[in-house]
Structures are given as C-alpha cells and as structure tokens.
C-alpha cells in the first residue's frame, strides 16, 4: 500500500495535481509500519519528498519545513548514511537549501534592506552634521532627538539584514554539505 501510495504521489505531481500529490504524501507519514510492509518505504523517504513538494507550492516558510520534515528525515535514517534511502534524503535536503538560497523574493528582500541600511546611515550622517552645525540650542536639540530616532532605526535595519545574511549562509553551507553527504552516502 505504502509503496503503491508513493508512485501515487509521483504521478499526481508529474500530472501537477499538487494538493493530491501532497495529501498521499501526508497519509503515507502518517502510516506507523512503512518497513515492514511486502514493499518497504522509507519513512525519510516520505518527509524528503513531501518537503520537497510543500516547498514547491510554498504552503510552509522554509524554516517551519527543515524543522516539520528535513529534521525529522535525517532523524529516520540514524545511524544508517549510506544508500538509496541517505542518498535521496540528502539530496532533497540539499536541493531544497539550494532553491531557498536562490529564491528571488529572498535576494530581494536583502537588497531592500541594504537600501534601507545606507538611507538610514547617510540619514544619520546628515544630522550628525547638522548637530555639529547648529547654532541654537533648540535646534540642536531638535537634532539630537532625530538623529537618536534615526540611529534605532538604523540599528535595527543592520540587525535584520545581519540575520537575512546570516540565514543565507547557512543556507548555501547546508546546501553544499547536503550535496557532499549524498554523494558520499549514494552514487
């Protein structure tokens, strides 16, 4: 049933009936004797495509499917990294870090955050200067508070694009180091 389920699942993908392909995919998880069926299925097999699927539609932020699924697949196969089973899983894993590395929405959101950054920093800039420049104390005041306000903001825009290249990173780290294991654990 199990092994019947997954060529099920294949075949709605291929046909693009993605929500179908996705529910055989949640039901054979949920199936607690994949192993011991006439034809064994792998349980990290099960997670590696469905993760791969639900990334594709984009139903689940990156994050939320390393953790539900890719985790959980590497989890299944222990202690046993070598074969079809590590090979495919790995591989999943590392063509989906790759795909995340490179999705466009994400570069974007980079490049409109260091957009935002270097506004920020030559706004910060400016009224450094104009602190410097003002003749009157209320003025300089009025200066001072913009130029705290500025520099929070600022802060706060380097933090975030820091964690969005952060994240980036491990991405392509993870995504390399996936690519190196499945090649290791399978031909």
């Known amino acids: ?75 299944e196969l222990k202690d046993n990294a070598k074969g079809s089973d590590a090979g495919q899983v790995y591989r999943e894993f590392a063509v989906f870090c790759d795909r995340q590395y490179q999705d466009q929405d994400a570069i974007d959101d980079i490049e409109r955050l260091r957009f935002m950054k270097e506004s920020k920093e030559e706004e910060v800039a400016t009224l450094a200067t104009l602190i410097k420049e003002a003749t009157s104390k209320s003025v300089k005041n009025t200066h001072a508070k913009a130029w705290e306000q500025a520099n929070k903001w600022l802060r706060i825009d380097r933090e975030e694009f820091e964690r969005l290249l952060g994240e980036r990173e491990a991405l392509l780290k993870q995504s390399l180091c996936n690519y190196l294991l499945s090649l290791a654990a399978w031909d």
């Open 1 to 75: 049933e199990a092994a019947a389920g997954l060529e099920v699942a294949s075949a709605m993908w291929d046909q693009g009936e993605i929500p179908s392909s996705i529910g055989v995919l949640q039901e054979l998880q949920r199936i607690p004797n994949l192993k011991s069926q006439t034809i064994p299925v792998s349980k990290a097999i099960v997670l590696a495509k469905l993760a791969s699927q639900i990334s594709h539609a984009k139903l689940e932020k990156s994050d939320r499917i390393i953790d539900k699924y890719l985790k959980p697949a590497l989890k």
